[in-house]
């Protein structure tokens, strides 16, 4: 019987009419899709809108029952059934940590008769056994030391200490990636400076062995120079010029050309013969420079005795 009175209910309400609004607006041809705590869904001829319990007149609010009182009555009973809710429910975390802790105590007694202790560290032991190999902030030196707590708490089976020790690593967890992914970059840019600085010792080792043969190709030039200039200190060079001696001819009668010489006077001279003019020297080297008032030797070879 409820249910079929629901139906006429659902006919009647999708059943196309004209709504009147608290404002007086009227919807043409308006239909309800559906049915909200505080709300209505409406197709009228303009479109699918919502309209709010407050927006509706008196009569559409008391028709779909969302009049201001029984919309407050619909509040009031889901807070209370959300508070109830929220009550039970840390009820029940209550209880499982009572649960857990007790458990964790009586597993403590248990370790403790076999002579068994967690072995907990602390941030600043994590900074201390890490000092010598690498420098770590505070936070990661935290959530490192959490993160081992939360592993020693699991490998005992103690709850509790499992259940903080993994809300503290989760806590610091953001913090510590960002730290890792800071020093990742560090260390992507240590490297490729690392790189450079290697293509630039390449680069001035290779400059320097051009250098280095440059010096010794210098070297060399100035050995061979130094040799040249003391061959052109210690070097003279003697070109001697031919000289030309003159053909002596012997004196004449005077009035006897044209006529035969008399027995009185002597026989005509005969001239020498041109001497040759000598070949030039080869160049000789001396031991320096003469001096300009050096005289010539008297028996020089290009020098002739007067007669």
């Known amino acids: ?46 479109g699918i809108e919502k309209f709010s319990y407050t927006e509706l007149s008196a009569e559409l609010q008391k028709r779909f029952d969302l009049t201001p009182e029984s919309v407050e009555a619909r509040r009031k009973s889901a807070a209370d059934a959300a508070a109830e809710k929220q009550r039970e429910k840390e009820a029940a975390k ?13 597993r403590l007694a248990a370790l403790e008769a076999a002579g068994k202790h967690a072995r907990y560290i602390s941030g600043a032991d994590v900074i201390q056994l890490c000092s010598s190999m690498v420098t770590l902030e505070a936070r990661a ?42 020093l990742s970059t560090l260390r992507s840019e240590l490297s490729d400076k690392r790189a450079k600085v290697q293509e630039q010792s390449a680069t001035i080792k290779r400059k320097n062995d051009e250098i280095a043969a440059l010096r010794a190709e210098i070297a060399k030039l100035n050995k061979e120079l130094g040799r040249a200039e003391n061959a052109a200190t210690n070097t003279t060079v003697v070109v001697d010029n031919p000289v030309y001696v003159p053909t002596y001819v012997g004196p004449t009668c005077i009035g006897h050309v044209h006529r035969p010489r008399p027995r009185t006077c002597p026989p005509p001279h005969k001239p020498r013969p041109a001497r040759p003019a000598p070949r030039p020297r080869p160049i000789q080297v001396s031991p320096g420079p003469r ?17």
């Open 1 to 46: 019987m409820k249910r079929i009175c629901l139906i006429l209910l659902l006919s009647l309400c999708c059943r196309a009419e004209d709504f009147t609004l608290a404002d007086g607006t009227v919807l043409k041809e308006a239909e309800v899709l559906r049915k909200g705590e505080e709300e209505l869904q409406i197709r009228h001829a303009g």
């Open 94 to 106: 209550a209880e499982k940590a009572r649960a857990l802790k007790e458990e964790q105590e009586a």
């Open 141 to 182: 030196a935290e959530f490192l030391a959490a993160e081992w707590n939360r592993r020693e708490a699991l490998r005992l089976n103690l709850g509790v200490d499992t259940q903080r020790f993994t809300a503290e690593a989760d806590s610091l967890k953001e913090d510590f990636e960002q730290e890792r992914k800071e």
């Open 291 to 307: 001096p300009a008032s050096a005289a010539r030797p008297a028996n020089s070879a290009h020098t002739l005795p007067r007669r």
